[in-house]
């Protein structure tokens, strides 16, 4: 069975903190996004990459950045944390052409305090 | 501005009743539309997709239709079981990576 796997579930930090959110895939896909998920607001595109070492930003990348050294894992990270990133977030990945491989990982929950 | 709309917000029902969720859109160009189900806490899970040449799918008691003339999509749920309750995400692909989403419908099934 296919996997997107994030490494924490749940994670609380405090403001100012750099924060690191792991993901991987074991599906060799190429593509991987990284959403945060609010309510009222749905889910929206943070960053994405194509490629290892290639990243694009999404609609809301404010805040954030990504690292992509190896095909299979895809960071988001949260250089100075502050409050208004609390939120569910979410990672991604699809082959190459996108099509019917997208998939999502378990979500992380993350509190900042 | 490519949107996906999702109606109703929310709904309650009751164990084995039959409800249907439906997703209006404007994206364009359109290459697919999905449906997840994302239970509290956790991550999306795909129910269906669609291309623009598919009416309807099923998987199991849940059963999209794609009317890609009028931009609408519905999901179906036979039978709804307490472990129904969940979140309904309507996504529509540009075909380029970047995905539409819908809020989602909040369903509820009481017992």
């Known amino acids: 069975d296919v996997k997107v796997t994030q490494s924490s579930r749940y994670l609380v930090k405090r403001t100012g903190e750099k924060v690191f959110l792991e993901c991987v895939q074991d599906?060799?896909?190429?593509?991987m996004f990284w959403y945060r998920q609010d309510p009222g607001l749905g889910l929206r595109l943070i960053y994405f990459s194509y490629d290892v070492k290639m990243k694009e930003k999404g609609d809301i990348p404010e805040g954030y950045s990504v690292s992509r050294e190896k095909k299979e894992r895809f960071s988001l990270i949260l250089e100075s944390a502050s409050t208004n990133q609390t939120s569910m977030y979410l990672c991604?990945?699809?082959?190459?052409?996108?099509?019917?491989?997208?998939?999502f990982g378990s979500g992380t929950r993350l509190t900042v305090v | 501005k490519n949107q996906v709309e999702q109606s109703p917000q929310s709904l309650i029902i009751l164990e084995g009743k039959n409800c249907t969720l439906q997703?209006?859109?404007?994206?364009?160009?359109?290459?697919?539309l999905r449906w997840y189900k994302q239970d509290t806490g956790r991550g999306p899970v795909s129910l269906t997709i669609m291309t623009f040449s598919e009416n309807t799918k099923s998987n199991g008691r849940y059963t999209a239709t794609l009317d890609a003339d009028t931009k609408q999509s519905s999901l179906h749920i036979t039978a709804s079981q307490l472990s129904d309750s969940a979140s309904y995400i309507c996504v529509v692909s540009r075909g380029n990576n970047r995905l539409a989403f819908g809020k989602g419908n909040q369903v509820v099934v009481i017992p």
């Open positions: 997703c209006n859109y404007t994206v364009s160009p359109f290459s697919n």
């Open positions: 991604a990945s699809t082959p190459r052409g996108g099509g019917y491989g997208y998939t």
């Open positions: 599906m060799d896909h190429e593509n």
